[in-house]
């Protein structure tokens, strides 16, 4: 590529503003709750401490505790928010990652790890997980020659039965998830609980969607089932803060149940010039804005802040399923956190996703089955019967392009 291509002159700071707020003009419009994806809108308030906390530590470097025991004190105490929470036993460790992935990645590793160490196996490894269950579980086989065996769900839920079948003696973790992001259902982590501890293999539960909406919905009342440290098989936990933590992008956490078992995420790397170079995950840089926005914010919501923002959330999931359930679609299961997927015997989901997505909003669909599906944020409350409107009118559409289908050409 050529050097012309390279800006020349620097800019200014208002013409690259400028230049960039230009760039943003076809991006979703998430900030009036457009999005059911990728954004999660606790509102001005919130964005606000977000950005002024990630810009006060945007260039420190969670790398260095002794450099910075600013952002070893914030990890610690976002760490120990979620540890309580996610009712970890004394003794219980965690760490904060850049995100689900990267906890998912971190947990199969620090299972493996573990499988090496007590159990003697070495080669040919494999996790045994619901169909449901996220993809970061096959990027973690990919990178660590594991076998990733995915097994149906029954009623959108992990066949704990069929799960079992799946597993030999060369199996080293089984999963469920906290929800599930297809149909946003939480699995029988007791049963599969109760399956890990009989078969001696390691429970993750992927929290990553749940990890911190549960804990609250839970507060407010919802009769929610065990998933948590409170289960005596389930040994890590993934959540992410830049879900329904409400944090900047890049912040997740990963949990264990005993420090022992976190001790098996560890890298110790080298010896290079520099001696050993020990990292809790295989971040070596990791961003001090990041650690510093997850911290203010949940220390600017606290436990009374969160409760009202998933209070919010499950209000804004409530509308929505009835007023989908008055135009004819089917909810998929029973779902209690943020996530509501539907299905319709009659039109086709993929043309309304696409309708819909005329309209201005920008979704996830479902492909088995076939479906529209949401992640709620509290500003979704507010735009619950635009959704459902527009949901209207696009069926609507549909209908009546349907019937212009029918009609014949020639009549007569
Ligand atoms: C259940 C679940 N697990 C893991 C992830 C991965 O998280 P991330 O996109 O932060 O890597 C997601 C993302 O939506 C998810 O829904």
Redesign the pocket.
């Known amino acids: 590529m050529s050097q012309d291509a390279l800006p020349q002159a620097g800019q200014s700071w208002e013409t690259l503003e400028a230049r960039m707020r230009d760039m943003a003009k076809g991006d979703v419009k998430w900030r009036q709750g457009r999005t059911g994806l990728y954004i999660f809108n606790a509102g001005e308030e919130v964005e606000r401490v977000q950005k002024a906390a990630y810009a006060m530590f945007s260039a420190e470097n969670g790398l260095g505790p002794a450099a910075f025991p600013s952002i070893a004190q914030m990890e610690r105490e976002v760490v120990g928010f979620g540890l309580a929470l996610l009712k970890a036993p004394e003794g219980g460790a965690g760490s904060m990652t850049s995100?689900?992935?990267?906890s998912?990645v971190m947990a199969v590793k620090a299972a493996r790890d573990h499988a090496r160490a007590k159990r003697g196996l070495d080669k040919g490894l494999n996790i045994v997980i619901p169909f449901s269950a996220?993809p970061?579980f096959d990027k973690a086989g990919m990178m660590m020659d594991i076998d990733v065996r995915r097994v149906p769900v029954k009623d959108y839920l992990a066949d704990v039965a069929a799960m079992e079948a799946a597993i030999d003696e060369r199996t080293l973790l089984i999963v469920g998830?906290a929800p599930?992001?297809p149909f946003g259902l939480i699995d029988p982590i007791e049963a599969l609980s109760e399956l890990a501890q009989r078969r001696n293999v390691w429970l993750h539960v992927?929290a990553?969607?749940g990890g911190y909406i549960a804990p609250f919905v839970r507060m407010n009342g919802a009769d929610l089932p065990p998933f948590d440290f409170s289960v005596p098989g389930v040994w890590s936990i993934?959540g992410?803060l830049?879900k329904y933590g409400y944090a900047s992008k890049g912040a997740?956490t990963v949990f264990f149940r005993t420090r022992e078992l976190l001790d098996f995420m560890t890298f110790d790397a080298g010896p290079w010039p520099l001696g050993r170079m020990m990292t809790p995950t295989l971040a070596g840089t990791r961003p001090g804005g990041a650690i510093a926005a997850a911290w203010a914010v949940t220390q600017f919501l606290g436990v009374e802040g969160y409760r009202e923002k998933q209070r919010q959330v499950t209000e804004a999931r409530e509308k929505i399923e009835a007023g989908v359930r008055k135009l004819g679609f089917r909810v998929i299961g029973k779902p209690q956190l943020g996530i509501v997927s539907f299905t319709h015997d009659e039109a086709d989901c993929l043309a309304l996703y696409a309708k819909m997505h005329h309209r201005g909003w920008f979704t996830a669909a479902l492909l088995e089955p076939k479906g529209l599906h949401l992640m709620l944020s509290p500003k979704h409350n507010e735009v619950a019967h635009e959704y459902l409107a527009d949901m209207e009118a696009s069926l609507k559409d549909l209908k009546q392009a349907a019937g212009e289908q029918m009609t014949p050409r020639y009549a007569g």
């Open positions: 995100g689900g992935t990267d998912i996220h970061a998830s599930c992001f992927d990553c969607v993934s992410d830049h997740s």
